[in-house]
């Protein structure tokens, strides 16, 4: 099976500050990724997929990149609210593997 | 609106059984395939189990194949779990989430239900 690894994790961030969240898979995905945020004692809620389309009504400083093993998540202006838990997932072939989550405190 | 609601969780001995629903509304239930996941007490999420939209297949995870099965009945609206020869490793918040629109390719879960806890424990 294909493994997901994250880094960096924790990450510790101030308001304003630009983030990035990389995702690597053990072989090609293509853009077969998104993106989850999940806050404590809440449901995840998927902010990007296909590794770069934003889901309706996620704040536009959340964006997406990459293609085949190598992804990030960019938060481009650090808000309070953002501190969560981030999760990527690949959904190319089952199984639809977790990567272990990045938290992010700010 | 889109509503998926688990159930059935709870406190089971270790070696015991549970079986978990998932109530779907809002949507063509009998058109999309579902997924279980789950997420242990401060541990990340984990792709437990998938079934097709008409239930013609099913695909598990190595840590639950053989244990677990997921069904379908599109008759009611309902996902399900079962779960045998259950560990305290089993202990977590599963949450049912919907999948693909049958003949299209997954996206991941837009859909999630607020889960249920299920502890296995002596």
């Known amino acids: 099976d294909v493994q997901m690894t994250q880094s960096p994790s924790p990450l510790s961030a101030s308001v304003g500050d630009r983030v990035t969240i990389t995702c690597r898979a053990s072989?090609?995905?293509?853009?077969?990724l998104a993106w989850y945020q999940q806050k404590p004692g809440e449901v995840p809620e998927r902010l990007v997929y296909?590794?770069?389309t934003l889901q309706s009504g996620v704040p536009s400083r959340f964006s997406g990149s990459g293609s085949g093993t190598d992804f990030t998540l960019t938060i481009s202006s650090l808000q309070p609210e953002d501190a969560a838990t981030y999760y990527c997932?690949?959904?190319?072939?089952?199984?639809?593997?977790f990567g272990p989550g990045t938290k992010v405190e700010v | 609106q889109l509503q998926l609601v688990e159930s059935g969780g709870g406190v089971v001995q270790p070696g015991g059984a549970l079986r978990l629903s998932c109530a779907a509304s809002?949507?063509?239930?009998?058109?999309?395939?579902m997924h279980w996941v789950r997420q242990a007490p401060g541990k990340g999420l984990e792709w437990l189990t998938n079934?097709?939209?008409?239930?013609?297949?099913?695909d598990y995870a190595k840590s639950v194949k053989g244990r677990f099965t997921i069904s379908r009945d599109n008759s009611k609206n309902t996902l399900y779990l079962q779960m045998n020869s259950l560990t305290v490793e089993d202990t977590a918040v599963y949450y049912c989430?919907?999948?693909?629109?049958?003949?299209?390719?997954?996206?991941?879960?837009?859909?999630w239900g607020r889960g249920t806890l299920v502890t296995v424990s002596s």
């Open positions: 072989l090609n995905i293509t853009n077969h």
């Open positions: 296909a590794a770069s």
């Open positions: 809002g949507f063509t239930f009998r058109s999309y395939s």
């Open positions: 079934i097709l939209y008409d239930g013609s297949n099913r």
């Open positions: 989430a919907r999948g693909a629109l049958a003949g299209t390719k997954g996206v991941g879960f837009a859909s």
């Open positions: 997932q690949k959904y190319d072939v089952i199984p639809w593997t």
